[in-house]
């Protein structure tokens, strides 16, 4: 019983901080492009401040999740059907967030535009990776098979 | 300037991708290790015991398996017509739902047939099966 316990606490932390890299790195990339677009020097870099605080919030969030997950899969870091394709885009989600974030830690606003753009590009390709991996998420927990 | 933002930007990224790889290396890594450890640590206790004791829960639930779902998932759960149960991800509450109320067209219900300590077993034996 003490195990169905301890299972339901990783259960209630990977659905608490799971949702945190898939919401904020949709809207971080979308902050950046409307940063991007956007003319008035002044409300352009606020929206790219609001994109680097919602990158980091989200690779932040994505640590307890990857955690709590893998204890809640038994450490397993493959696996079959629906947690398999989970996994196969969550490690390049995860690993993408953490680059991102590091690149936009150093770079911060000294950046061209072509690394601008190569930047966006990367940001949203994050962005389908984590929604794909919370989408194969969500069908390992509530999947008909 | 504009090839020292370059340089920067470059730099930046040769070191974003390498912590990247070392964090999530590190995780993959770490996880495949415990894991190694964890089955070590249930195939030792399993050789050095002749008959594994199951606990009462566990083996009140592997009774009513044999009754109730041995017949689709196969008598060792392995699956037959029904799926393979073993190493199952599910919540236990959805594990539990499936139970009570089936998959139309696919499984029956059980929630009629089976009390909740019942379905507690039943789970008990299914989280049991590695």
Not at chain 1, 8 to 17: F, K, P
Not at chain 1, 114 to 127: D, P, T, V, W
Not at chain 2, 45 to 64: D, I, T
Request: charged content about 15%; some cysteine.
């Amino acid at each position: 019983m003490e195990l169905f316990l301890a299972a339901n606490i990783w259960e209630m932390m990977h659905g608490g901080s799971t949702h945190l890299p898939v919401a904020l790195m949709l809207v971080s990339a979308v902050f950046d492009a409307l940063g991007g677009v956007i003319r008035s020097e002044q409300v352009k870099d606020r929206f790219h401040a609001a994109g680097l605080f919602t990158l980091i919030a989200g690779t932040l969030g994505a640590f307890p999740a990857v955690l709590s997950g893998l204890i809640l899969a038994r450490w397993e870091i493959g696996g079959t059907g629906a947690l398999f394709w989970h996994h196969v885009f969550l490690w390049p989600a995860f690993a993408l967030l953490i680059a991102l974030s590091v690149w936009r830690l150093i770079v911060r606003g000294r950046r061209s535009r072509a690394g601008f753009l190569i930047y966006l590009l990367a940001a949203f390709a994050a962005a389908f990776l984590v929604s794909a991996a919370g989408y194969w998420g969500g069908e390992v927990l509530l999947g008909g098979s | 300037m504009k090839r020292a933002l370059f340089g920067l930007e470059f730099i930046a990224g040769v070191l974003a991708i390498v912590v990247a790889a070392v964090v999530v290396g590190s995780t993959l890594g770490s996880a495949t290790l415990v894991r190694a450890a964890i089955e070590k640590a249930r195939s030792d206790s399993a050789a050095s015991s002749n008959q594994p004791q199951l606990s009462a829960l566990v083996a009140h639930g592997q009774k009513l398996f044999a009754v109730n779902c041995s017949h689709c998932h196969a008598d060792d759960a392995t699956g037959d017509e029904g799926p393979d149960l073993h190493g199952l991800t599910k919540s236990d509450e959805r594990i539990k739902g499936i139970i009570t109320n089936g998959i139309k067209g696919e499984m029956p219900a059980f929630g009629k047939k089976l009390q909740e300590a019942d379905k507690d077993a039943l789970l008990g034996f299914l989280r049991s099966l590695k």
